[in-house]
């Protein structure tokens, strides 16, 4: 087992030590912290089930914005790729990978989207009145799917400029600043 990790070369470390990469951890940690602060500032009423649906609501979504907080920190994606890499040339099948990387992208996908219209039905009710919250899981969930599929050509249009911003960047801080900023109004305005 050791073996094979150290032939990873992989190591929990920072994974990307530059003022964005700092910057994007602090904003996905603040919207998590906003997204626990919110759920702890909901409302719940004995008689109405929604405030305990909205607090779960939030509750999911700091627990997602922490662990993709922890992921860009550790570049865990990086290891996951890593190990399949690994595996894939152990197995013999490297050479024939393609197929494997589009069922792998394929897969999240289907999962992702498959659990976004899950607590869209489940949080319906709840999501009218946090439209900003629904926009920014929508921004999450295409750029989680984008970074999936790690093929070449994806990773070169990531990585274009407008005005000197990298679209990586634009479309994951875009997508974190819509959630923090919807939990934000949540506080502000448990009730919606």
């Not at 050479?95 to 589009?102: D, L, N």
């Not at 990531?158 to 959630?179: C, F, K, P, Q, T």
């Amino acid at each position: 087992m050791f073996e094979f990790i150290d032939k990873l070369g992989w190591r929990p470390a920072i994974g990307d030590p530059s003022v964005m990469g700092w910057l994007t951890v602090a904003a996905y940690a603040a919207a998590a912290v906003l997204s626990f602060l919110a759920a702890r500032r909901v409302r719940i009423d004995p008689a109405a089930p929604q405030g305990r649906r909205e607090r779960r609501m939030w509750l999911g979504v700091a627990v997602f914005m922490a662990l993709l907080c922890v992921n860009k920190q550790l570049d865990l994606q990086t290891l996951l790729t890593k190990i399949g890499r690994e595996l894939a040339v152990r197995g013999g099948w490297y050479e024939h990978r393609r197929p494997v990387q589009f069922l792998f992208v394929l897969v999240i996908a289907t999962v992702a989207i498959a659990a976004f219209v899950w607590i869209v039905r489940k949080t319906r009710s709840i999501l009218k009145e946090r439209r900003l919250l629904l926009v920014g899981l929508c921004f999450m969930l295409s750029f989680i799917i984008i970074r999936a599929s790690s093929f070449h050509h994806v990773a070169v249009i990531l990585e274009a400029e407008i005005w000197g911003i990298r679209l990586n960047w634009l479309l994951e801080l875009s997508a974190i600043a819509l959630i923090g900023v919807s939990a934000a109004q949540t506080i502000r305005h448990p009730e919606g």
